[in-house]
């Protein structure tokens, strides 16, 4: 059984970087796409996008800008990146894995929420 | 760019039957998949490649996927459904794309 596990800081200053990082057990990141999503308060999910395990990338285009995602194969494990974050960017963040075939996903984390405030 | 639209709220008496359905231009198409997301939870895979059935996923949940509408179909609801549920397609431009989500109320 899949399971994922995302860290990281829980609160970040407005115009700084979010990094979250999100670890993979019981199996292997190796040829499976992940995803990053997100639901601010109050809100609905959003997709950030998703990194495939050997490095390719495909972002939302309105994040492509500030979002920046990586893969560590021997450790398994996965990193968001999000740069000049404002109150907007305050949500619970998810990592998911993204089956190749029919686009869902099938795995996910417990979410973290990040909230961006001074 | 492409985008899937639900119902904000779908109300549905227990033992009834509940249809939440979801738009989207050509949704046919494409393959669909549903999320059920509760309070303080992470979302689960109910239906996907429109029709299938997770493990664990009881037989009460079903999809169906034509035109331009995926519906997401839970006979003899019960309360514990009750909850917020997303459906989701993948398009090749704008990539994953989530509906706004329909919160599912049984009463």
């Known amino acids: 059984q899949v399971q994922l596990q995302e860290s990281g800081p829980g609160l970040v200053k407005p115009s700084e970087t979010l990094s979250l990082t999100c670890t993979v057990s019981?199996?292997?990141?190796?040829?499976?796409?992940w995803s990053w999503i997100r639901q601010p308060p109050g809100k609905g999910l959003e997709w950030i996008g998703y990194?495939?395990?050997?490095?390719?990338?495909k972002y939302k285009s309105s994040l492509k800008s500030r979002v920046t995602m990586s893969v560590d194969t021997s450790k398994n494990l996965l990193s968001l990146k999000m740069s000049s974050v404002t109150a907007a960017d305050t949500a619970v963040y998810y990592c998911?894995?993204?089956?190749?075939?029919?686009?869902?996903?099938?795995?996910w984390g417990q979410g973290t929420l990040v909230t961006v405030s001074s | 760019s492409f985008e899937l639209t639900q119902p904000p709220s779908v109300s549905v008496s227990p033992g009834q039957t509940a249809s939440i359905t979801c738009s989207g231009d050509k949704l046919g198409d494409k393959y669909a998949c549903w999320y059920q997301l509760k309070p303080g939870q992470s979302p689960v895979l109910v239906i996907y490649q429109d029709t299938k059935r997770p493990s664990g996923i009881p037989e009460r949940f079903s999809g169906s996927n034509s035109g331009n509408t995926a519906t997401l179909t839970i006979s003899g609801t019960q309360p514990m459904d009750e909850a917020d549920y997303y459906c989701q397609a993948w398009d090749s431009n704008t990539g994953v794309v989530f509906g706004g989500g329909t919160k599912l109320t049984v009463l």
């Open positions: 998911a894995r993204e089956r190749s075939l029919s686009f869902d996903l099938d795995y």
């Open positions: 990194i495939y395990y050997s490095g390719s990338t």
């Open positions: 019981g199996g292997s990141v190796n040829n499976s796409y």
